[in-house]
């Protein structure tokens, strides 16, 4: 399985963002290369199907940042539909939409799409930092995890849990679907 470390369509999808990433711009990005990486492993993409997954893996947590909150998945679709509509992409829409959408699913997605249980899966590799590999090499996922660093991504996501806590302690992983 290759890992494919420069994504220059995913630097160039993230580049507008920047400024609002700040500080966890390497950390988001890195844990957008490495969903990616598990993704193509997961299914080989044809040329579609890689572009769709690297527009979703783009936008997918990125409502965390432009919103500033941890019930980010309606931010996070907002900002892929707007991308879409303006790149002419529109058709891809739904499809998008739903891999952004179920990729926090505790269960597998329902989608008709294949790809929107494909992006769930690879997500959940990274965020469980290779404890789930569903059937991915546990060598595989270490070279991933080895070659493109974690960044601070995780120590982020629990610094956020923190505060979704203090605010609001009732609804503490908001972005979670059953």
């Known amino acids: 399985m290759q890992i494919e470390e420069h994504l220059s369509r995913l630097d160039a999808l993230l580049e507008p963002w920047r400024a609002r990433l700040d ?3 390497a950390a ?3 844990h957008c290369r490495r969903m990616l990486a598990f993704c193509f492993a997961l299914h080989p993409p044809s040329d579609e199907e890689r572009e769709k997954c690297v527009i979703a893996a783009c936008f997918h947590d990125l409502g965390l940042w432009t919103d500033d909150t941890l019930d980010y998945l309606p931010p ?3 900002l892929a539909r707007e991308y879409l509509a303006a790149a002419g992409l529109s058709a891809w829409s739904e499809e998008i939409a739903a ?5 926090h699913k505790l269960r597998a997605s329902t989608s008709p799409w294949p790809l929107v249980e494909i992006f ?3 997500d959940l590799v990274d965020f469980s930092l290779g404890l789930v590999r569903f059937g991915l090499p546990a060598d595989f996922v270490r070279e991933v995890k080895s070659r493109i660093p974690n960044a601070g991504f995780h120590a982020r996501l629990v610094r956020l849990t923190l505060r979704q806590l203090v605010r609001d302690p009732l609804h503490l992983l908001p972005m979670m679907k059953w």
């Not at 891999?99 to 990729?103: E, K, N, P, R």
């Open 23 to 25: 500080a966890d711009h």
């Open 28 to 30: 988001y990005r890195n």
């Open 76 to 78: 996070s679709v907002r």
């Open 99 to 103: 891999m952004i959408d179920d990729h």
């Open 120 to 122: 769930r899966r690879a």
